[in-house]
């Protein structure tokens, strides 16, 4: 008989299976090896009123929001919570058609980087702005892992207002971590590279990885009342590969801390390579101090070259800026910013309790979970208590550093919330499960199966000082049998579990867009308030806006066309245009005038090879497309939006030039 946690089994990872091989016999523990269905185990987790706990009636709104990254398919999506109903798709490092986003002309320049335009990205981790160590509901930081980036989300509008490359990073997977009152967003690199730091070009291998290869954590200023980033300064870092970044709160708010992997410098990364230490690192940083050290004029200057790129609120039009250098400090040259902490090998996730007392580091391979103490860590330092040093770097005594180690938690412990009643949970990937464990005594107290290989979980504000421990959302990694069937692509999956009680109570699946890896949920009355719901057209400042009808106009520049048209309940203005000729680039610039919420016009055009463009009421948009042969093409608005819908239309005719 084949259970479905064997038919993984036979799938997992080598790293995993050599965990297992020596700690196999801890599997015997798990719910979700037994029964060659899971309706058994499901039943068994399952809360006998979970209908009524996730059911939203008709016209009613949720209770929380819920931010899911889309990992590979660069966006976001937003959930509503209890229900797990979809409600909007936000894009950030993505085109999407159904908006327009990254086609349209006033989106196109947020996609652009150094590499030339870049519709695309992997976002992992969104993070929501903070006030006082709590979500305000203000912005949303998300991170684009593959062509560093860091983007912020506004949620007035939920709309991509903000996309900053990162310079001398590659792979900006610790990212992007907003200290407790957005004094700076923080993102790390994942990939050790060569850095010129003197502004020449060298000719550097792997074999120079000790020497020449660094990392990067750069600390992104971040505007207290527009939200605007301004990279203020970096860290170069000597050469490790850093995973993941969680901050201090209360007395260790001035801290942030990355899991730091592959210190033996294996810069082939072979999984042999990566993993042949005992011991990785945990690494702290301390970035109030690092702040005060590059005001005072110990960073350095050089030459860097990425872009920022922004939505301006009046225009709606996004610009890029071109940036050529960036300061940076070296932890050599600043005493007392940065140690490391000896934590288990390949460690992955790091989070800090709500009281700021506790960094639990989750190593992929250990076989429990260690918690370090703020507080000794102080006295550590105060006391010297180190174990020599790693490129310059203070290593503290692991055992100066430790309060406690969480025993058999599971397998492939990966990432911990809080729920501020004492409680931590744990995602364990092999084992495919959440583990539920006390801050009072370390010791596991429950554990639940999901289906199946969870990443990270997520409670809402289960990462700041006041987790609203109600809720934990799952996202796991694996859907079979799950759902119906649709072909060897699933729906990727999370699930609703109540943490409510004693015992964890699983509540709902529900199919997520993508990879979600990372998520962040928030009260929706901390938001809702605050939704735009439509733009004042008198306060439209977009350059070829039209505000009445009688203002629409064509014109001709050598071959570029300007249309300034509008749209409304059920024209458009002009919807009869002459005068194209082939060989033109035409501009539609479409002004939706109403005034009211929920009615955007689309605008189409046959040929048009890019996609449709969906106009906000009160925006302005823009659709660029090229007069490739003689004819009459029609156009039209594509979303459904009166009863005269289909009546809003209109042609271009093309002319022999
Ligand atoms: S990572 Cu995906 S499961 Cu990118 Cu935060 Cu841990
Ligand atoms: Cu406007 Cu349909």
Redesign the pocket.
């Known amino acids: 008989m084949e259970t479905r946690f064997n038919q993984f089994w036979k799938t997992a990872p080598k790293a995993a299976l050599l965990v297992a091989a020596t700690v196999g016999s801890l599997l015997q523990g798990c719910s979700n090896t037994t029964g060659n269905d899971n309706n058994g185990a499901t039943a068994t987790a399952l809360s006998s009123d979970a209908a009524s706990k996730v059911y939203v009636a008709p016209g009613k709104h949720d209770e929380l929001y819920s931010f899911l990254s889309g990992g590979f398919n660069g966006q976001v999506s937003v959930y509503g919570i209890p229900s797990g109903r979809l409600l909007k798709i936000i894009p950030v490092f993505s085109q999407h058609a159904e908006n327009g986003y990254g086609y349209n002309e006033e989106t196109k320049a947020m996609l652009q980087t150094s590499h030339g335009f870049v519709p695309w990205d992997d976002l992992h981790h969104p993070k929501l702005s903070r006030a006082n160590g709590t979500t305000d509901g203000r912005w949303l930081f998300v991170n684009g892992n593959n062509t560093p980036r860091v983007a912020r989300v506004d949620l007035t509008t939920f709309e991509t207002v903000e996309i900053m490359e990162i310079p001398n990073s590659a792979g900006n997977h610790c990212s992007p971590y907003p200290t407790n009152n957005n004094e700076y967003v923080i993102a790390g690199t994942r990939f050790s590279v060569p850095l010129d730091m003197k502004g020449g070009t060298k000719d550097v291998t792997l074999k120079d990885y000790e020497k020449e290869f660094r990392g990067s954590i750069s600390f992104i200023k971040v505007d207290p009342d527009k939200g605007d980033m301004d990279l203020d300064f970096q860290i170069l870092v000597p050469g490790f590969d850093y995973d993941l970044a969680n901050g201090g709160k209360g007395p260790s708010e001035d801290w942030v801390f990355f899991t730091t992997y592959n210190s033996e410098k294996a810069g082939t990364l072979k999984e042999v390579g990566a993993s042949q230490n005992d011991k990785d690192y945990l690494a702290a940083v301390n970035w109030k101090l690092a702040a005060k050290y590059a005001k005072e004029g110990k960073a350095r200057e050089m030459p860097a070259y990425y872009y920022h790129n922004k939505m301006d609120k009046g225009t709606h039009m996004a610009k890029s800026t071109i940036k050529k250098k960036v300061r940076y400090l070296l932890p050599e040259d600043c005493p007392g910013m940065m140690y490391l902490l000896p934590a288990p090998k390949s460690p992955h996730g790091i989070d800090v309790d709500p009281s700021g007392e506790f960094m639990v580091v989750s190593g992929k391979l250990a076989s429990a979970i260690p918690v370090f103490s703020f507080n000794k860590m102080q006295a550590a330092i105060k006391n010297k208590q180190f174990d020599g040093e790693k490129n310059g770097i203070p290593v503290l005594k692991y055992e100066s550093v430790l309060a406690a180690e969480v025993k058999e938690p599971g397998l492939g412990p990966l990432h911990t919330e809080f729920d501020g009643k004492g409680n931590a949970y744990t995602s364990m990937f092999v084992s495919s499960e959440v583990v539920k464990w006390r801050l009072k005594d370390f010791k596991v107290v429950d554990r639940i199966p999901v289906y199946y290989s969870v990443g990270h979980l997520m409670i809402p504000g289960g990462d700041t000082k006041e987790p609203y421990g109600k809720y934990l959302v799952a996202m796991n990694k694996i859907t079979k049998d799950r759902y119906l069937p649709t072909g060897p692509e699933l729906a990727h999956s999370a699930q609703l579990i109540d943490i409510s009680g004693e015992k964890m109570k699983l509540l709902l699946d529900f199919p997520t867009v993508a990879e979600p890896h990372y998520a962040q949920a928030i009260k929706a009355d901390l938001v809702a308030p605050k939704s735009v719901k439509f733009h004042k057209l008198d306060e439209n400042r977009h350059p070829n806006a039209v505000k009445k009808e009688a203002d629409v106009s064509v014109t001709r520049q050598g071959n570029v066309v300007r249309v300034k048209m509008t ?1 409304i ?2 024209h458009m203005t002009p919807d009869n245009i002459e005068g194209i000729q082939v060989g033109d680039t035409v501009y539609f610039h479409v002004t939706n005038l109403e005034q009211d919420w929920d009615v955007p ?2 605008f189409a055009i046959m040929g048009a090879n890019t996609s449709e463009t969906l106009i906000m009421p009160g925006a302005t948009q823009t659709l660029k497309w090229v007069a490739k042969k003689e004819g009459v093409y029609p156009f039209y ?6 009863a005269l ?1 289909q009546e ?1 239309q209109g042609y271009v005719r093309v002319s022999p030039k």
């Open positions: 749209a309940r059920s016009h689309g608005c594509t979303d459904f939006c009166s819908h809003m």
